[in-house]
């Protein structure tokens, strides 16, 4: 009670004139969604005089970008976004959060740009329609949202829906002179400066001097959720759980496969939960799995297997809901994953298909051609000592004292036919 007193106590003291920082660096997806929304809200209850969101990335999904441009339209506190360091760039879902902010500034060195919605899959002829159709759709869409937010924000309208409708990409030299942005800024404390005492158009007045800048961390959930949620190593988690399980149950012993396999859809449920699935995908891949696992078990010689790795590729290429193939499944990690899994089942196949070809070595039957010695003379019938056992056996040549090396002929019932190993 005594830590939480002062910890309540030091807060209290930062929440006068702070600025809080909030770095985003990487994609655009739920769990970034979150981190920034948490960091406005949590801003504003502290009555923080400013939000900094420090902006690198490539872009990401539709929908979490709409979440974060929603908090930055709706915030109390004066929002400003930043793309910084030099070198970093506010591409795709970056354009929509920087178009969105009060007051937009970039680095030396950075660029802005290309929103233009990316489709998944290509396919031929009338799928390809349908697919340029749906993209079109979106790209009108994304145009729309991007010049409603300029116009709200007193921006170059003719650019935002350049950037999205002909993937129009700028400098920040080239955004300041357009209309884009409000600054360019060598550093963070190169952009305090300058904006501190700026009026905004609705009437409030952006105060930074004198300011503490606090930096938003990102907490433990959020920094797990955020390595989950790639989608590549979610889906290789997700098969490798399976397999995992699948071996545990076949091959019962000390758990290891239970254990790494249990590990891995653990982690693996903890990405999809965060991510957009299609639930077609899912069965599929677990339809395919099961397809491949049944023909080890059924004389098909193959044909279940080659609908399992159908199946399984059609799921992975569909597990996910997300139309931009920059931040969907990599083909590289679908064709690895259905390789390997092809590759492991036609060895387990062939093995099979050679087992059921091989003459058998076990039993009676598999006596015949064996050789052994004689142990107890036969005359022509005695003993012999094949496998590592006493037979009763008759000779096939008369006469066969103990000590004579012999060979199985065939078996009538439990006597084996024999004759002298020449």
């Known amino acids: 009670m005594a830590l939480a007193f002062v910890a309540l106590a030091a807060a209290s003291v930062l929440c006068d004139a702070t600025i809080l920082r909030i770095p985003l660096d990487g994609s655009i997806n739920p769990i970034s969604r979150d981190f920034v929304v948490r960091g406005i809200k949590l801003a504003s209850e502290r009555g923080a005089s400013v939000v900094i969101i420090e902006l690198d990335t490539p872009g990401g999904l539709v929908d979490s970008t709409r979440d ?19 070198g970093a760039r506010a ?109 905004l158009s609705d009437g409030r007045i952006v105060v930074t001097g004198d300011s503490l800048i606090e930096t938003l961390r990102p907490t433990l959930r959020e920094r ?68 491949i696992i049944l023909d080890a078990f059924t004389p098909t010689n193959g044909i279940l297997t080659a609908g399992g790795i159908i199946a399984l590729a059609v799921g992975s290429l569909t597990l996910f809901d997300i139309a931009d193939r920059r931040f969907g499944l990599s083909w590289v990690t679908v064709l690895s994953v259905v390789g390997v899994t092809a590759a492991l089942s036609l060895f387990v196949l062939g093995k099979g298909l050679l087992i059921q070809v091989k003459p058998p070595v076990t039993g009676t039957i598999g006596l015949a051609g064996a050789s052994g010695t004689v142990r107890a003379d036969l005359a022509p019938e005695g003993m012999v000592f094949v496998h590592g056992e006493y037979w009763t056996a008759r000779s096939l040549e008369g006469l066969l004292p103990i000590g004579t090396p012999i060979v199985v002929e065939k078996v009538e019932g439990s006597t084996l036919l024999v004759r002298r190993v020449s």
């Open 91 to 199: 591409a795709s879902a970056g354009v929509f959060i920087t178009l969105a902010a009060d007051i937009a500034a970039m680095s030396p060195g950075t660029n802005i740009g290309a929103a233009h919605p990316v489709g998944l899959i290509d396919s031929p002829g009338t799928e390809e329609t349908d697919d340029s159709t749906s993209l079109d759709k979106a790209a009108q869409d994304a145009a729309a949202f991007a010049r409603s937010i300029a116009e709200e924000r007193g921006r170059n309208v003719e650019w935002a829906q350049a950037a999205v409708l002909e993937s129009s990409s700028i400098t920040a030299e080239e955004a300041l002179a357009a209309g884009v942005i409000d600054l360019v800024a060598e550093n963070l404390s190169d952009l305090l400066s300058r904006i501190d005492g700026l009026a």
């Open 224 to 291: 797990v959720l955020g390595l989950l949620a790639d989608p590549n190593l979610v889906y290789v988690l997700f098969i490798l759980g399976l397999y995992g399980l699948i071996y545990e149950f076949f091959h019962p012993g000390i758990g290891f496969g239970l254990a790494a396999g249990g590990i891995c859809l653990v982690l693996a449920l903890f990405g999809l939960q965060v991510l957009p699935i299609n639930i077609v995908g899912i069965v599929l891949v677990l339809f395919g799995v099961g397809l």
């Open 68 to 86: 974060i441009v929603a908090a930055e339209l709706a915030s109390p506190i004066p929002v400003i976004v930043f793309v910084a360091p030099s």
